[in-house]
């Protein structure tokens, strides 16, 4: 890898190979991808201020190594080249060489400042055990895997931050040694280039003698301590000492170590004062000598507030959910561990209570993902006000949330805390300006029953709550060493679905796709239904997720293709002009070697033409996946049209869309959700539809709803249009019907109406 000055070093312990490639793959970035996304976030998001994306997550140097020894090998060799490593992840297990206790000793013998980020799956060292071995230190933190993309790069950029800061403060204090060293040198020599001096330094410096008494002093020492000029012309450091003390958070500490100084005026002090007010200084003091005798001593001060606060707040980041602000899996993990140690201690419980939303996926689909993040902003809220003080909410991912209760002294008292929370569920939320109902599924764990460490509990408490989803939801279930018959009900949901495809329950429904500057019909949707012979009309979102995790949505892809051609020459048979019907493939699907002899069958069995079948993509199956972009070149080949479904709701870098051979894009609803009354919005439709244009693809805009909508699409030149405010998914005939009538969506006065 190509070295830099300006990159972080990072090596990578482990003895697995694989762990390698995973870290490369969430830490490393690609510099020329990365100018290529921030020119298109600035033009789709119309905002001058967006910070490059190597600002967000830093550009790595990563080293990986097997064993302990090879390790510490690497990071002589780098201390030696003068370009140390700022952070290392160690895994704990690493036969048959040292473990990751011994190596981290071997790697702070030569590097005491080094991150160190403990990998471990295992519990083969307590935390008390850890420290133990290796002592107290800000330098370690514990990961427990499997560990989230998210976390692991929130750690590598706050701890090498934090690293960074360290060699700033280190380089500011030599820096400062040096700077006060040259002060004291000037004073022998004249008074007013000593003056200059003092005056030109951003630090506050004060000068005094060993009775005490005040030698001299800079103007930013008076303004960053606030004191009168009264005082200091009294010439008394004992005033100025009491006086400062008082703005301080620890006046008695401060006083104390005034004193120690004191006592040792041959040493060199630096510590950090925190004030009442919030600020934060730096104090540096040194003897001030002439002629190699002690005559005093020189202070000086530097308000650092700003870079402590920064600090601060990276840390926060790392272990805080960004939406609700709530601690997220990293600290979570944390807080089960100090109250289970408390709980060893009094010989109490402790409660794992996991949440999850019910249908929340419901609330994202009908009124907007913004509106989502609203509702989980003010569950957590709602939730937060209403615990006990010491117990932890936090939100680990999507709308699953985790409530910690230390210090149960039976477990009725956890009950009593979850039907608190399913009454504060029943007060409606405001979102969209609308009043929302929603209700919450909660599994239960206890320690020590339940589980012994926060893996096991988390585990347990997760498997209870989809216990209560499955009962039916907005309610409680405890673990229990019988949850394993749960998976007899999944199979009995499984064979549901099975029977469904053999039983004929499923039916397509189609959308129709408008050309905007003639109003005519030029594609239609193929969408999937369920009509369930209990439940009714089943929806997508209601047996998809299922049919993906067993694997059915093989079959039920091959069945809706099927249906989609069938139709679609039905429709040419019947003399109506011929359309293209879209249909959506699977990820599951897309990676089938078959795939494209499947494809090629069914066109020849229903005898339509390729040229009027449109398969529909998803962005996330496109990356790094060369084997699903040659079949969908295949695709191509064989005349069909290739639309990207759903474009600007994922991470596509545009030389994906370089690669592949669409015919065009369809943007997501969210993009044109507010298009009439958002003027960045617009701007950003035209630059994809700008971005369209020059790649010769087409663009479809989904989720048409209102005729405000449709006008700005006209003005930005959007080519084809999908949405309730033309048609709601209709059946075949209904379909038919449309196909009847060439002028079903357009007026004479080139307007466009709604299909009765």
Request: charged share 25%; proline share 3%; aromatic share 8%.
């Amino acid at each position: 890898m190509t070295s830099s000055t300006n990159n972080l070093r990072i090596i990578i312990i482990d003895d697995n190979p694989e762990i390698h490639k995973d870290f490369i793959k969430i830490l490393a970035t690609d510099q020329s991808s990365v100018e290529v996304l921030n020119d298109l976030e600035k033009a789709l998001f119309a905002q001058e201020d967006i910070k490059p994306a190597q600002l967000i997550l830093p550009h790595f140097e990563i080293d990986t190594v097997s064993q302990g020894q090879e390790g510490v090998e690497y990071i002589k060799k780098a201390l030696k080249e003068g370009k140390p490593y700022a952070l290392a992840f160690v895994d704990v297990r690493m036969p048959p060489g040292w473990d990751g206790i011994e190596t981290i000793k071997h790697i702070w013998e030569l590097d005491r400042d080094m991150q160190i980020v403990i990998c471990t799956a295992y519990s083969d060292y307590s935390w008390e055990e850890t420290i133990d071995e290796l002592g107290v230190s800000d330098n370690l933190l514990i990961l427990k895997k499997p560990f989230d993309n998210v976390s692991v790069r929130q750690l590598a950029c706050a701890l090498t931050k934090k690293w960074q800061l360290m060699q700033e403060s280190r380089e500011h204090t030599e820096s400062l040694e040096k700077h006060i060293q040259e002060r004291t040198d000037s004073l022998q020599k004249s008074l007013s280039l000593t003056r200059a001096t003092l005056e030109s330094s951003t630090d506050g410096i004060l000068v005094v003698d060993s009775a005490d008494k005040v030698i001299d002093f800079n103007k930013n020492f008076v303004t960053l301590w606030k004191i009168s000029s009264s005082i200091m012309d009294l010439k008394d450091n004992k005033i100025i000492v009491e006086y400062v003390s008082e703005q301080l958070q620890d006046p008695k500490e401060f006083l104390a170590n005034i004193q120690k100084i004191k006592s040792h005026p041959e040493e060199k002090k630096f510590d950090v004062l925190k004030f009442v007010d919030g600020r934060v200084f730096e104090r540096y003091s040194q003897p001030h000598k002439v002629n190699g005798k002690t005559v005093g001593r020189v202070w000086s001060f530097r308000d650092v507030t700003k870079r402590v606060y920064l600090e601060e707040k990276l840390e926060y980041q790392a272990t805080h959910d960004t939406l609700t602000d709530l601690p997220n899996r990293a600290l979570l993990s944390d807080r089960i561990n100090q109250a289970i140690a408390a709980a060893k201690r009094d010989h109490t419980f402790v409660g794992v209570l996991f949440f999850d939303l019910d249908r929340f996926k419901l609330i994202n689909d009908s009124l907007s993902h913004e509106a989502g993040d609203e509702l989980l902003k003010s569950f957590a809220k709602r939730i937060k006000e209403s615990i006990r003080e010491g117990d932890t909410l936090s939100r680990i991912g999507g709308d699953e949330f985790v409530m910690v209760l230390p210090n149960l002294h039976k477990e009725e008292e956890a009950m009593s805390i979850a039907n608190k929370v399913l009454l504060l569920m029943q007060s409606p939320f405001l979102i969209a300006k609308r009043k929302v109902i929603v209700t919450a599924s909660i599994g239960i764990s206890l320690y020590p029953k339940d589980g012994k460490n926060s893996d096991e509990l988390l585990k347990n408490a997760d498997l209870a709550m989809y216990r209560s989803k499955e009962s039916g939801s907005n309610q409680f279930q405890f673990y229990t060493d019988d949850l394993n018959k749960q998976s007899l009900e999944y199979l009995e949901k499984e064979t549901e679905l099975r029977q469904a495809i053999t039983k004929n329950e499923l039916f397509l429904c189609y959308q129709p796709q408008v050309k905007l500057t003639t109003g005519e019909i030029v594609a239609v949707e193929a969408l999937i239904r369920w009509q369930h012979p209990k439940k009714g009309l089943l929806l997508p979102m209601d047996f998809i997720p299922l049919a993906e995790e067993t694997g059915l949505i093989i079959p039920i892809g091959e069945w809706v293709l099927r249906t989609a051609c069938l139709q679609n020459k039905a429709w040419q048979d019947s003399g109506f002009p011929p359309i293209r019907v879209a249909v959506n493939l699977a990820n599951q699907q897309l990676k089938q070697p078959d795939l494209v002899a499947m494809i090629r069958n069914v066109l020849q069995e229903t005898g339509l033409d390729p040229q009027y079948l449109e398969i529909e993509l998803t962005e996330n199956v496109l990356i790094n996946n060369i084997e699903v972009i040659n079949r969908i070149h295949e695709l191509k080949e064989m005349g069909m049209q290739i639309a990207l479904d759903d474009f600007g709701t994922g991470y596509t870098n545009i030389n994906y869309l370089k690669q592949i051979p669409l015919n065009s894009l369809k943007l997501d609803k969210s993009i044109i959700d507010n298009i009439d009354s958002n003027r960045s919005d617009e701007v950003i439709m035209q630059a994809i539809i700008a971005m369209a244009s020059s790649l010769n693809f087409e663009v479809l805009a989904e989720g048409v709803e209102t005729q405000k909508q449709l006008d700005c699409l006209k003005t930005v030149n959007c080519e084809n249009i999908q949405g309730f405010y033309f048609s709601k998914p209709l059946l075949s005939q209904d379909i038919e019907e449309l196909l009847k009538k060439p002028d079903s969506f357009k007026t004479q006065e080139n307007t466009y109406i709604k299909a009765v």
